[in-house]
């Protein structure tokens, strides 16, 4: 089943502005991760924000966590067209046997114009 | 470094027949592996995940099969190829279940 949930699900901006995605999620985490996908390749990791923290920063993202009301955001500041990709969240999901694959969401594709 | 290597990049296969994916992963021991699917515009679908040799765990059930026979090689197989099985497989690794993934490129696989 679906655990993360990305809105929008599709953004266009000019280059130069911030983005903005947002992530919902069901059930308790250990960590949430975020992903890039440009189109036709493999996921890139882009940051992880553990459940005890609220914020993290690396580079031009910023990524928040509100464990509850269960969201995480994804900020891009100053975007630039490299940063035309699919964006995803991911929480990691337990099992009896231990921690299995990531839950992704659908993703939100975000269009930089020149 | 550890890098991911995963082949075919594309895929043409009819109806009926079988099918083997490989990935392999360099630079690391004893790494989880984890095998997906993406649809069209859609996120992605676990469908296997392997923390040690022939240990294989399944999330779905479906026509579609994999193995473990080596510590870094991760292999996705079917013996007849459904229409539905058409779609974007990624492969990938990560040190703890927990932690980053790392994906290879995937591959492009259409069902005719």
């Known amino acids: 089943s679906q655990q993360g949930e990305e809105d929008p699900q599709a953004l266009s901006i000019q280059e130069g502005e911030n983005a903005t995605m947002n992530c919902s999620y069901k059930t308790s985490i250990n960590n949430l991760q975020w992903y890039r996908q440009n189109s036709g390749r493999g996921l890139v990791h882009l940051i992880l924000i553990r459940s005890n923290e609220r914020e993290k920063h690396s580079g031009r993202l910023r990524v928040t966590l509100d464990t509850s009301k269960k969201s995480s955001s994804l900020l891009i500041t100053a975007s630039r067209a490299a940063d035309t990709a699919s964006y995803f969240c991911?929480?990691?999901?337990?099992?009896?046997?231990?921690?299995?694959?990531?839950?992704f969401g659908k993703g939100t594709h975000l269009i930089i114009q020149p | 470094s550890q890098t991911i290597h995963q082949w075919p990049a594309t895929l043409v296969q009819p109806v009926g027949s079988p099918l083997s994916l490989e990935c392999t992963v360099e630079g690391t021991s004893n790494p989880n592996l984890y095998w997906y699917r993406q649809a069209a515009g859609r996120g992605l679908q676990l469908l296997f995940y392997s923390v040690g040799i022939g240990q294989i765990s399944s999330e779905v059930p479906q026509n579609l099969s994999a193995s473990r026979p080596q510590d870094r090689q991760f292999i996705l197989s079917s013996k007849k190829l459904l229409l539905s099985d058409s779609g974007f497989y990624l492969c990938?690794?990560?040190?703890?279940?927990?932690?980053?993934?790392?994906f290879g490129d995937g591959t492009r696989l259409s069902i005719l």
């Open positions: 991911a929480t990691v999901l337990y099992s009896g046997g231990g921690a299995d694959g990531l839950t």
């Open positions: 990938a690794w990560s040190v703890y279940s927990n932690q980053p993934q790392h």
